[in-house]
């Protein structure tokens, strides 16, 4: 009889685990079912030490609570995980080249050069549909190469003003809502969307830090966490799953990735609410890029003109820096699609498939790969009806640290991982996606590495670190300045945590003051110098720049009501800049991770709080 097939399959099934067995009247249907996947996968084991029923019975419970979650957060639940690791395993003992038929070339892109006559049409153009756009930021990493004790959006992204990355994003996602809400033709006053993906290393710092500032001036109902679960660890080529040394009674596990932001998006019901609300555009940015809003108008712009389904943020990349590169992959069998190659697979890649030197830099001084900035534009319409099709899925790897060559143990347990960039794979070949490649100084500076790892970069390669990280900023914004027509002074070496950094003017301002090129032309006019010795700080928004003359600290603030001109000759003392060891830990670890701080000698700061015209002497 067919019934009885099946009551002794699964009694087959328990007596493999008799530890269990014993225990299942302590068990609901529910944790049963979650029994015999495991079982039926290959994970008897995880039951050898189960003691008789009455003993440690909750931690026994707690054991299959755990399950529960991976099983539920994962596409397809543990068993498809664990038969993707032992695919995954098997092509990784074998050595298998994930790219195996594919060959390299270089991609072609758009490129965009800061200031021209192009750039600033896409500027303007990325403003008219930033309304229609979510932004979506994956900051559930723990930032492990930087070795910060809080979490990485908390970071100042300068210490000027202090203002730490999550308010910076915050800011300027108003100023584009604000920008953009005044060009609409259509009356549209929608909110944009912010969404942070946490994990639990992140989660409750995040929405502390934003619920102690009010969100940053953000509504709370536009802010939205979703919360990446971890996944489980692996112990060998089988795929069985690893228990925690301390607790026989938990499964270990890792992060999964920031590949998760996509499952994440599509379970969350977000995307048909933003469909419904008539937007068209998702946005994907990482933690600490304080250059990027630099870059997202044009690239928006872009996206829009192209209506490209996938639009990928690069810069010139330096060979062996750690980005992953744009890459062409092109199939004997004729398929092609342009992709990120992550930096620890291009240069195996490429030695494989007739570039006998690997990851090298070409005539031009940098990689002839685009590097990833791992900013991405998806239009929201072909992104739902993918994420229909694979439940947002992405294609993993795994990436084993194995004790020797026969490839048969790991030195540490390991796990699937997955990245959101890799979401093109699985487009049909009528997608259209495309990449925007934008000058370095203008859209990355990534605060990723410590100060001890980054001193040890290659001479010429980018640090990533929060020294290069912040004075990036004072670059940036001395350039664009320069190009508005300022005269900023050129920059002087130091070192800095054994870092070689250009330090430029401490030029900040705010979001709202200036978005797009073509907006802080407006606010500069007449003859202005700024030394090199200088700050500025500008958190109004009305605030010209009219002959202006700095040598020194000038520090504004203003309301949106008070036009203000700053114009004559300022001289004072202004800040100086003290270095400071990033071993000397009476200074707080923020601050020391950047091998500076500032010393406030002398300023000239001024805030306007009445409605009305004013200059510096009012
Ligand atoms: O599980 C995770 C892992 C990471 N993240 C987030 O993902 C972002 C990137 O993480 P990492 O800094 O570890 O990424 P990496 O530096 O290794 O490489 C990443 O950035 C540079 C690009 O060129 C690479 O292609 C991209 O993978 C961070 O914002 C981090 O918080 C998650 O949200 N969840
Ligand atoms: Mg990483």
Known sequence: MASSTVDSSVSDLFSSAPALQSNLEILSPDQIELAKILLENGQSHLFLHWSEPGVCDNEKLGFFDQIARLNSSYPGGLAAYI?????????????KNPYDGFSPSVPSGENLTFGDENFIEMEKRGVVEARKAAFVLVAGGLGERLGYNGIKVALPRETTTGTCFLQHYIESILALQEASHKVASDGNQTDIPFIIMTSDDTHSRTQDLLELNSYFGMKSTQVHLLKQEKVACLDDNDARLALDSNNKYKIQTK?????????LLYSSGLLDKWLDAGLKWVLFFQDTNGLLFNAIPASLGVSATKQYHVNSLAVPRKAKEAIGGITKLTHADGRAMVI??????????????????????CETGYSPFPGNINQLILELGSYKEELQKTGGAIKEFVNPKYKDSTKTSFKSSTRLECMMQDYPKTLPPTARVGFTVMDIWLA???VKNNPEDAAKVP???PYHSATSGEMAIYRANSRILQKAGV??????????????VEVWSRITWKPKWGMIFSDIKKKVSGNCEISQKSTMAITGRNVFIDNLSLDGALIVDSIDDAEVKLGGSIKNNGWTMETVDYKDTSVPEEIRIRGF??????????????????????
């Open 340 to 361: 990120n190659v992550e930096y620890n697979q291009l240069d195996p890649l490429l030695r494989a498939s007739g570039f006998p030197d690997g990851d090298v830099n």
């Open 444 to 446: 990355y500076a990534p």
């Open 255 to 263: 992060p999964h990735g920031h590949g998760d932001v996509h499952s």
């Open 487 to 500: 005269k900023v002074e050129e920059p002087v070496k130091q070192v800095l945590n054994g870092q070689e």
């Open 83 to 95: 038969k993707t690791a032992k695919e995954l395993l098997a092509d990784s003992k074998l050595g």
């Open 459 to 461: 001479k010429g390669n």
């Open 597 to 618: 701080r500032f010393n406030k000698v002398e300023q000239l700061e001024k805030k306007f709080n009445q409605p009305g015209k004013f200059s510096l002497e009012d």
